[in-house]
């Protein structure tokens, strides 16, 4: 008997799906049980990339998720309603789910998994973060007997690109966001890329798989790459680094609060994620035993993402076609406790921060001893040139708590000899 499948949506990720599942030659002969039952659109009427009998589509996606036949709802429709409650009401009816919802995932898992494990289904979402790339199979399973300390990762394809481009062009940001938003890299309303939101989704997925916990979204730190400017870009060029966007999770020992943290960062040049670059994603885990390991691959797209999602089908497909009324311990979400989660003010880091001061002797030892007040430790000191009539400073601090940073920047601005600080960026 064939695995009865409804698929909610029918945009790119949802035809790359049906795409790959209509052509199973070469593929693993487990997705011949696969049949595509019922497929929810917007509207009947749309010309589309994939061909499906009349009677498969329909615009009720209530009703696919209350069709006794439908033994899989993948829900690839986005955003957090009505997709939450299609999702609750799938699982409420006994139904396994296969979701590429971080947004949904990162806002609404505590209910989400707690009604999945009273009905004794499973919710899988490989296809939530770094689009093509295993990485969440690989959390839950291989890498699940090590002890995870930090995992680090570009999973934003569209701020990549753009500060990739910036980087290789000595462009502006606005003026990359616009070829971006052109060629269709970046959304119209970039807001959830560009200031992080995405990013921090995803990151507080991935953090809950490996650290074993619930991650409260507020708690996570979120900031965007709005203000990296190309004159930023140069002066890292210049030390030896390239910013990226980073999402941090880290953990300092097995006791400590969790950093939980989205933000542009300087990335020395010998790192592995330096490389990365485009709309390329990687995520770089580290535990113990293991050392480290990166995963790197496509962070989007309907191929790539769809490969994701039907992986978790396959995986399911397998479950239902293996007779046992117990849960699979490695399938299912198993933690119920919120991780803690250590404010921003506690983090332990280096800092690069650019200052624009007035032209008078002594200002380098004047931030000096400022920095000196609160056991700020300068790595490098550059002096670099005049920008109208005023004279650029840079910075680069061995690691420093934020909170007492901020406060050595708090006294630095009050000096009468600084103009601005127009950037300051953490470093990895």
């Known amino acids: 008997m064939g695995v009865k499948l409804g698929i909610l949506g029918l945009g790119t990720v949802g035809t790359g799906t049906v795409q ?12 011949q049980e696969v049949e595509i039952y019922r497929v929810g659109v917007r509207s009947l009427a749309k010309i589309r990339d994939v061909e499906l009998p009349a009677d498969v589509l329909t615009t009720d996606l209530e009703s696919i998720v209350n069709d006794p036949a439908v033994d899989i709802v993948v829900e690839l429709i986005g955003g957090l309603e009505p997709a939450r409650s299609l999702i609750l009401q799938a699982l409420n009816n006994g139904k396994h789910v ?52 930090t995992i680090t990762g570009i999973i934003n ?50 953090a809950s798989l490996g650290f074993d916990g619930r991650i409260n979204l507020e708690d996570v730190y979120c900031e965007g790459i709005r203000q990296v400017s190309k004159t930023d870009i140069t002066y890292a060029e210049k030390l030896g680094f390239v910013i990226k966007l980073l999402a941090i999770a880290k953990q300092y020992t097995p006791s400590s609060p969790l950093s939980v943290r989205v933000h542009p960062t300087l990335v020395a040049k010998t790192h592995p994620l330096a490389s990365i670059n485009g709309v390329y994603n990687a995520i770089l885990v580290e ?86 007040n609160y056991g700020v430790s300068l790595e490098s000191v550059v002096q670099t040139g005049f920008q109208g009539g005023l004279a650029e400073i840079v910075v680069v601090t061995h690691d420093v708590r934020e909170g007492d940073f ?5 006294e630095i601005q009050n000096l009468e000899a600084i103009d601005s600080i127009p950037s300051l960026l953490r470093v990895l």
């Open 20 to 31: 790959l599942l209509q052509d199973v030659v070469g593929r693993n002969p487990l997705l």
């Open 98 to 149: 296969v979701t590429a919802n971080k947004a949904a995932i990162a806002r609404f898992g505590a209910e989400i998994f707690t009604t999945a494990n009273q009905a004794g289904v499973y919710v899988m979402l490989e296809a939530a973060v770094g689009g093509g790339i295993p990485v969440i199979q690989p959390l839950k399973q291989s890498l699940s007997v090590n002890r995870i300390h």
């Open 157 to 206: 394809g569209t701020t990549n690109y753009i500060l990739t481009r910036m980087q290789t062009e000595g462009s502006n940001f606005s003026d990359v966001l616009a070829d971006a938003q052109r060629l269709g890299y970046a959304e119209a309303d970039p807001t959830a890329d560009v200031d992080g939101l995405d990013a921090a989704d995803k990151i507080a997925i991935l």
């Open 287 to 372: 535990g113990e035993p293991i050392g480290q390991v990166m995963f790197f691959g496509p962070g989007a797209g309907a191929g790539a993402t769809a490969s994701a999602v039907t992986s978790d089908i396959l995986n399911l497909v397998a479950v239902l076609k293996t007779s046992t009324t117990n849960p699979n311990p490695l399938l299912i979400c198993g933690h119920q406790d919120y991780c803690e989660i250590a404010p921003i003010t506690e983090l332990v880091t280096r800092f690069y921060a650019r200052f624009l001061t007035k032209d008078q002797p002594g200002v380098i030892g004047k931030l000096g001893t400022c920095f000196g």
């Open 406 to 410: 901020r406060q050595a920047l708090t």
